[in-house]
């Protein structure tokens, strides 16, 4: 049971660097995030998705691109690093209707 | 604005004890409650509550719904060392159309179990 897989696990950027982190899910699930976890600030929503083709930015979208092309997969692409995206990354996924995420383990990324 | 609270924000217990982490929310439309349980990686999926009262249990965990004063509680009762972990509480609002919106998170409860 593969669920949520995200690639790389961790990833050190120089300032201004461009970046994609890698989330595909074999649930066929139709909702996708993306959400960053920082100390002291719990979970925030970057970009979400109901279905290939559509996505919507979160609480916290700047400096931060999605596309969702098909159902399995959600990159999520930063476009400019900078020492403020320093943070760990998880994509999550999950059925519509009411039921929960699925979390991967997480992109621990560094920018410098 | 929306948002989630959750107290303590961390808490030193030993084995055996019992524990209440505490999640109060206040969201537009809100749908339905949820705990995670976080140790080094990814949030694993513990409850999720719609309903007003009724309690949900696994094991040593419980957890309940109050929708009136907007408040969830999870209960871990006899801890083991294995229960240290971050405890995060999520909110989903509903959205148009009667499905499910985001989740909105606290900022968890730091559960650590002492020998």
């Known amino acids: 049971n593969a669920g949520v897989t995200q690639t790389p696990k961790f990833q050190v950027l120089k300032t201004g660097q461009s970046m994609t982190l890698q989330c595909a899910q074999d649930?066929?699930?139709?909702?996708m995030s993306w959400y960053r976890q920082d100390p002291g600030m719990g979970l925030r929503l970057i970009h979400y998705?109901?279905?290939?083709?559509?996505?919507d930015q979160g609480e916290v979208p700047n400096g931060y691109n999605v596309s969702r092309s098909t159902t399995e997969d959600f990159p999520l692409r930063l476009l400019s690093a900078a020492p403020s995206q320093t943070s760990v990354y998880f994509c999550?996924?999950?059925?519509?209707?009411?039921?929960?995420?699925?979390f991967g383990n997480g992109t621990r990324l560094t920018v410098t | 604005e929306d948002k989630v609270v959750q107290s303590p924000l961390s808490l030193v217990v030993h084995e055996g004890d019992t524990v209440t982490l505490n999640c109060s929310y206040e969201v537009t439309n809100f749908r339905s409650l949820l705990w995670y349980k976080q140790e080094k990686k990814a949030p694993t999926f513990l409850f999720m509550l719609t309903s007003s009262g009724i309690e949900k249990k696994s094991g040593r965990l419980s957890s309940i719904l109050d929708k009136k004063e907007l408040f969830s509680i999870l209960n871990i009762t006899a801890t083991q060392t294995g229960d240290s972990a971050i405890y995060l509480c999520a909110a989903a609002r509903l959205n148009y159309g009667g499905s499910q919106g985001n989740l909105i998170f606290g900022k968890g409860t730091k559960l650590s179990v002492k020998p």
């Open positions: 649930m066929n699930h139709e909702y």
């Open positions: 999550a996924s999950r059925e519509l209707g009411n039921s929960p995420l699925h």
């Open positions: 998705s109901v279905g290939a083709g559509i996505t």
